[in-house]
């Protein structure tokens, strides 16, 4: 089976390893796991005249590469895939498909026209509202990349100092969507001085160091699918305070030492100063083993199957 990955390549020094690691990890899994070929078409353009202007390469791209299947991450790489009609298409939708009004017009018209759906969490699915062929499937992990490392250790390889807490950012200071500005007004006022450290443009094993080195991590998102940085965290064992968007809720559900907030900055702080107060590693790791990669991309394998098997 031939698969044509499309998604996203809209990054300075584009790296499909670092840039767009989930969907990297989980295809790359799926191939050892399975007789699954693969190559790549990456977007390059923005705004939905931008993904269409790639419309002739894609198709160039198919009559070269003649995948079985073709599998694009996010509604509007899903949205240029369905402009052509001879490769069933499968569509991965992760969240900001439905954040904003335009997108979600156009990730819709994509669901309604691709073979099969997939949403990384319900909630998307009900924000999609269409009567579509889709299943739930949340983006799985590495657990060979993620795991938990001794603080002490993670510190001195990072070149951190060890005597200061550090609370890791979700993301880049950046992003709107991830609403550092709530984050970093918490931090004044929490009873002990602490460091917030961004989360950009770092490799996955910097990552996996990052996580073990700090003290919790702290997602203050308006929106998320289902982010990968909170279950990349509960394989460390690493405490987390969270904005409830996507599934978070459900995936550090039940955890010491990880606490949901709402977006008021009193609670965030408590939130965080619970957390701190917590002062020790959770056992999340072992509540997060069906993230397994290879589960998930058994999942996703099936479909494959099943939309390969119509055609």
């Known amino acids: 089976m031939k698969v044509l990955i499309v998604c996203s390549g809209n990054v300075d020094n584009f790296d499909f390893k670092m840039h767009q690691a989930f969907v990297y990890e989980q295809i790359e899994s799926i191939k050892e796991a399975f007789k699954v070929q693969y190559d790549t078409f990456f977007i390059k353009g923005n705004g939905l005249k931008g993904y269409l202007r790639n419309l002739s390469s894609l198709k160039k791209k198919i009559g070269n590469y003649k995948p079985d299947i073709i599998h694009a991450h996010f509604g509007l ?183 949901i907030t709402s977006f008021k900055p009193e609670e965030v702080v408590e939130k965080i100063n619970f957390a701190l107060e917590f002062n020790k590693r959770t056992n999340g790791r072992e509540k997060i083993m069906h993230f397994d990669n290879k589960n998930i991309a058994e999942k996703v394998f099936d479909i494959y199957k099943m939309v390969s098997e119509d055609k």
């Open 77 to 259: 790489s899903g949205f240029l895939s369905v402009l052509q009609r001879k490769v069933p298409v499968i569509i991965t939708f992760h969240g900001s498909d439905v954040v904003f009004p335009i997108i979600r017009i156009f990730s819709r018209v994509a669901a309604a026209l691709s073979h099969y759906n997939i949403f990384v969490s319900s909630k998307i699915h009900s924000k999609m509202g269409l009567n579509i062929r889709y299943s739930i499937i949340p983006c799985g992990i590495n657990l060979d990349i993620f795991y938990p490392i001794e603080v002490k250790l993670a510190l001195e390889k990072l070149n951190l100092d060890c005597d200061k807490r550090l609370i890791l950012f979700a993301s880049g200071f950046d992003n709107p969507v991830k609403n550092s500005d709530l984050a970093l007004t918490a931090l004044k006022f929490l009873k002990e001085p602490a460091e917030l450290i961004e989360l950009k443009n770092k490799s996955r094993e910097q990552v996996n160091l990052l996580i073990n080195a700090c003290n919790l991590l702290l997602l203050t998102s308006f929106s998320e699918g289902s982010p990968q940085v909170i279950k990349e965290a509960m394989a460390c064992n690493c405490p987390i305070v969270a904005t409830d968007v996507g599934d978070i809720s459900e995936v550090i559900s039940g955890t010491d030492g990880c606490f």
